[in-house]
């Protein structure tokens, strides 16, 4: 896992990336850099690394459970745990159940789409996206949910 301070100013807001493909995390990263200022993007590339950060466990035991990323960009097709596992367990736990979670996936899936919603997905987008659309898309979900939604009373972001 790493941060990156897309922006190079003093952060104020945390937005997890779940993304195990390198390609897919560059341009996501990229399409964040131009959204706002102060954003901080920990990166996980699989389905427990990103649950290891969500619940302050094992190699994130010391990351303030209290600081939750205030949106989590969630890949499905994720190595050891999957993408609807995550969001299940996200969606399951008071500690994690309210934060907006965008599903950015390949997977056109029906199925998938259908178990996200079900299972509490804030927002479901189907990868591939030619660059220009995807960068503004991701910027548009970023701002969104970052700057525009007023997050739940007594919510950190």
Wanted: aromatic share 6%.
């Amino acid at each position: 896992m790493e941060a990156i301070n897309v922006n190079n100013s003093k952060a104020k807001r945390h937005v997890l990336l779940v993304e195990d493909n390198p390609k897919d995390e560059f341009l996501t990263l990229r399409a964040l850099n131009k959204m706002t200022a102060g954003l901080v993007v920990d990166v996980v590339r699989d389905g427990q690394e990103a649950l290891d950060y969500l619940f302050a466990e094992n190699q994130f035991q010391d990351r303030q459970e209290t600081a939750s990323p205030g949106l989590v960009i969630l890949d499905l097709k994720l190595p050891k745990i999957g993408g609807l596992e995550v969001l299940k367990r996200i969606r399951s736990d008071p500690r994690t159940r309210l934060i907006p979670v965008v599903v950015l996936t390949s997977s056109d899936e029906h199925s998938d789409l259908q178990t996200s919603y079900e299972l509490g997905v804030n927002s479901y987008v189907c990868k591939p996206i030619p660059f220009p659309e995807l960068n503004q898309i991701i910027g548009r979900l970023g701002q969104y949910w970052l700057s525009v939604n007023s997050p739940p009373p007594g919510e950190l972001q």
